[in-house]
């Protein structure tokens, strides 16, 4: 069944959510929905998906806490900042941040690009992959070296262990 459906889950997960998006589960739903995922997973044989080898679990249950708490606590600081403001003298400031990485793995730098989106306050904007440096954009500002390292011990060390 893999020569003609290469990825069956994938297919399956597809038509699925192809029903519940049409709200129908008429034949002509259901026929639609497999020629659409039965094309999506062929334009997924076409791409040739690099296979993603995962170690060290407990690196990723590390993982995993620590971005569920800075979610959190980036939640927190980014609505106090919205609700309560800051005084007068002290500005907020927005900008830019340039970050090195060590990281070469694509499913690994995927991941860091989904944990920094995630994080309320913090925007992944491009990656140069010929200097291996990451543009972040922060709604409030701290010192530049603050952020390198905070992206580099937090995430980037255990995404490392974990896809490297």
């Given at each position: 069944m893999t020569r003609l459906l290469p990825y069956p889950l994938l297919w399956l997960a597809l038509v699925v959510m192809?029903?519940?998006?049409?709200g129908s589960v008429a034949p002509r739903s259901i026929l639609m929905g497999s020629l659409a995922a039965f094309g999506a997973c062929w334009a997924l044989v076409a791409l040739r998906p690099p296979q993603a080898r995962l170690r060290r679990p407990r690196a990723m249950a590390?993982?995993?806490?620590?971005v569920l708490?800075?979610?959190v606590r980036s939640n927190n600081a980014v609505a106090r900042i919205v609700l309560r403001g800051r005084p007068r003298e002290v500005p907020r400031q927005s900008g830019f941040v340039l970050?090195?990485?060590?990281?070469?793995?694509?499913?690994?730098?995927?991941?860091?690009?989904?944990?920094?989106?995630?994080?309320?306050?913090?925007?992944w904007v491009?990656?140069?992959?010929?200097?291996?440096t990451m543009l972040l954009h922060v709604l409030d500002l701290i010192p530049d070296d603050d952020w390198v390292h905070i992206i580099k011990d937090r995430y980037e060390s255990r995404l490392r262990e974990i896809f490297e």
């Open positions: 192809w029903l519940l998006l049409v590390q993982l995993a806490w620590v708490v800075e979610i970050v090195p990485l060590d990281l070469r793995d694509p499913y690994g730098l995927a991941v860091l690009g989904c944990i920094i989106t995630a994080t309320p306050g913090t925007v491009e990656y140069d992959s010929a200097r291996s």
